[in-house]
């Protein structure tokens, strides 16, 4: 795991992240072959070090307010056949499996190495569906508590809810985790984008638990994917405030826009979603619409600290199954 380099190819382009410097260059298709035929070739690697920004790289270990965040990709697998997964229905397009315990160790000691001793640590259990590994996240969180209980850390998981038990729920509860929890919107909505493997309904095993979810954990985020556009978007984010979630975040899956028509359909929803804000705002107290917050206070306060907007290979860092180094945890594949 503790290679200082990595290569992957994405959307046809072959890249070369330096882990120790936090930085990625393209790189050709024969120099990609070479280095998988002749891991830590020095020619191609010093040729890359060489072009190497020292000023973007330097890490500042006092006065920094950064939240640094670790996406603990556990599960190379998943219970979901999301119709838009881009991770290829969570096995990334390779071997499915599950993190081994001393893989999450490792990358949890080689990220708090790169934290500075003042900020905060976040914790990010990803997969496919992390549920399926609970056991490694919860020895995780016990391995940081203890080896790390002086420093400022926090946790999270994003999951599809379908694997939450009471006593899952309970031990998140305690360790004050931020759940976002995948739903797309209404049932019928939910059911035809996130299907899951064993045919059962996908939306009542993904809200069986919400009420004791919400009840028992301070943050719990619906986190949706906004996929045809031919849908209300409007309802999809009355459907989920109406379940009791206090805060909404439906993203448009603008990678899969086909066309000008896609696009203008998307649009028109957006405009009609901008009045239904407008008219929830003038009839309730809250404003559950999370995106719009930070968005809005990234206008009207530029200064705040916004988590990670976005700090990828700088103050993110993303690890596999099998402990391999990411700078995002959408180049896992």
């Known amino acids: 795991m503790m290679k200082n380099y990595h290569v992957y190819t994405t959307k046809e382009l072959n890249i070369l992240f330096l882990t120790d410097y936090k930085q990625a260059f393209i790189i050709s298709k024969e120099e990609k072959e070479i280095m998988e035929q002749i891991p830590d070739n020095k020619e191609i690697l010093d040729k890359y070090i060489s072009k190497v920004n020292i000023q973007d790289c330097k890490e500042e270990k006092e006065g920094e307010d950064k939240v640094w965040g670790l996406y603990l990709c556990i599960a190379n697998t998943c219970n979901a056949m ?68 002086s420093r400022k850390k926090s946790f999270h998981i994003t999951t599809n809810g379908t694997l939450l038990t009471e006593e899952i729920i309970n031990y998140f509860s305690d360790n004050n985790f931020t759940i976002g929890l995948s739903i797309d919107g209404d049932k019928e909505t939910h059911n035809k984008q996130r299907p899951l493997v064993n045919g059962k309904d996908s939306f009542y095993e993904a809200t069986k638990k919400l009420p004791y979810l919400l009840s028992k954990v301070n943050r719990v985020v619906a986190r949706g994917t906004y996929f045809d556009f031919n849908i209300d978007l409007c309802k999809c984010y009355e459907e989920l405030i109406n379940l009791g979630f206090r805060e909404v975040d439906i993203v448009p899956d603008i990678l899969d826009i086909k066309d000008m028509d896609d696009m203008n359909r998307l649009l028109n929803q957006l405009d009609r979603l901008h009045e239904y804000m407008l008219e929830y705002t003038n009839n309730h107290d809250d404003f559950p619409f999370g995106l719009f917050i930070t968005q809005m206070r990234k206008l009207f306060i530029p200064k705040i600290k916004i988590g990670y907007s976005c700090g990828l290979g700088e103050i993110i860092y993303s690890i596999d199954i099998k402990g391999n180094i990411y700078p995002c945890h959408r180049h896992s594949s």
């Not at 001393?102 to 934290?115: C, G, P, Q, R």
């Open 82 to 149: 999301c119709t838009y997964c881009f991770a290829h229905q969570g096995d990334y397009g390779k071997q499915k499996g599950l993190m081994k315990q001393e893989t999450a160790f490792l990358a949890i000691d080689f990220f708090m190495e790169k934290v500075p001793e003042d900020c905060n640590a976040s914790f990010i259990f990803f997969g496919g569906e992390p549920l399926m590994a609970y056991d490694i996240i919860k020895q995780s969180c016990e391995y940081i508590k203890e080896k790390y209980q």
